[in-house]
């Protein structure tokens, strides 16, 4: 019976590397967690780098991100006027009623803007 590592298929050998410089304290850092874990600092930062990968956020497509940024602002005035109102401040009926209509025009533009891009 053959000893030592069984022999990875073409599919499962790591044949690509990346070089990542570290500080001492990031070293000393990544060879404690490794150790913590009774595993190769390499297989520990390959690990966690890959586990990462499912909690990154989620990717704005391009297209949609000038129609985030528009709906953030539109958005972050509503927050200001629910603060406001939350913390028994005055608001004026008719600002909240110019960020409302605002933000109804922006839901219309955008929904049109959606649906005129499925139908090119």
Known sequence: MKRGRKKLSPAEKRSHYINIAFNE?????????????RTKPSIYVRESALDS????????????????????????????IAHALNSHEQVEIVYIRKVLDNLRATLIRLSLDK??????
């Open 115 to 120: 649906n005129e891009g499925l139908n090119e």
């Open 53 to 80: 990968l499912d909690k990154l956020p989620a990717v704005i497509p391009a297209i949609n991100l000038e129609k985030w940024i528009e709906l953030g602002k539109v958005g972050s005035n509503l927050n200001q």
């Open 25 to 37: 304290n990031e070293l000393s850092s990544i060879h404690q967690r490794a150790s913590i874990s």
